[in-house]
């Protein structure tokens, strides 16, 4: 990737890790090891988003679907995600990184919720890169919060519904300070969106890979992001 193109970075890139449990299956380990490996393909890429000037990178971390795993799968998560977050601590700071994140995080428990406010707190000033966390999130769910918040506004003389539009709409999102992702990335040679972003992703530019999550390393989110300089962006205008 050439200086000149560097300058056609996408701002903002969202990822759904897929493929963790099916890695630990092919190699004849447990699940909880795919996910512990998929943590460091979260650090090969949160480090090559840095160096390439990628500025917030969205990850789909945990869905609310994902409460239906079995409870031993679910509290090793949980125990995973606080590890992570008490162990990156000094990397957020060092390198200017600021943590995010969208969804129901009312949903966790105490422990993981105290490690994600006192992170989100301590880097709030910085700005080199948003890494935004998609925790309990589901994008259905995200609509009728939203929805729900407006209604409420309504009840209250806050808003008036012939001034809805979709820009105000927005404004009521988990992403509200967020600018829609310019490309999204699926691991695993999955074909579908899983009920991520589905109000932000309109215009967004996709791109598939076979490889599951916890083989994918640097050079394979350059060739995602090779992918999307090589694409016109119309939003439905012409050229």
Do not use: C
């Not at 699940?31 to 480090?47: K, L, P, Q, S, T």
């Not at 000094?90 to 990184?97: I, R």
């Not at 003389?157 to 105000?168: A, F, G, P, Y």
């Amino acid at each position: 990737m050439t200086e000149m193109e560097r300058k056609n970075i996408p701002t903002h890139v969202a990822i759904i890790m897929d493929g963790n449990g099916r890695w630990a299956r092919k190699k004849g380990l447990p699940r909880f090891m795919g996910h512990r490996a998929g943590v460091e393909a979260i650090n090969r890429v949160v480090d090559e988003a840095l160096k390439l000037g990628v500025k917030i990178l969205t990850l789909y971390t945990f869905s609310v679907e994902n409460w239906n795993r079995p409870q031993k799968e679910i509290d090793g998560l949980m125990k995973l995600l606080r590890e992570y977050l008490i162990k990156k601590r000094k990397d957020f700071l060092k390198h200017n990184m600021r943590l995010n994140v969208i969804g129901r995080l009312s949903d966790f428990p105490q422990a993981v919720r105290k490690e994600i406010t006192k992170l989100i707190d301590e880097t709030k000033d910085n700005s080199k890169l948003i890494l935004n966390l998609a925790l309990s999130y589901g994008g259905r769910p995200e609509i009728i919060d939203a929805a729900k918040k407006i209604a409420k506004d309504a009840v209250l003389n806050n808003i008036k519904i012939e001034d809805l539009n979709e820009w105000v709409f927005s404004s009521y999102l988990y992403t509200a300070d967020l600018p829609d992702p310019d490309l999204l990335i699926r691991t695993s040679g999955e074909m579908r969106l899983s009920n991520f972003l589905l109000w932000q992703i309109s215009y967004t530019e996709l791109y598939f890979t076979k490889k599951l999550w916890p083989s994918f390393g640097k050079q394979d989110f350059r060739k995602a992001l090779e992918s999307y300089q090589t694409r016109e962006r119309r939003f439905g205008k012409v050229k």
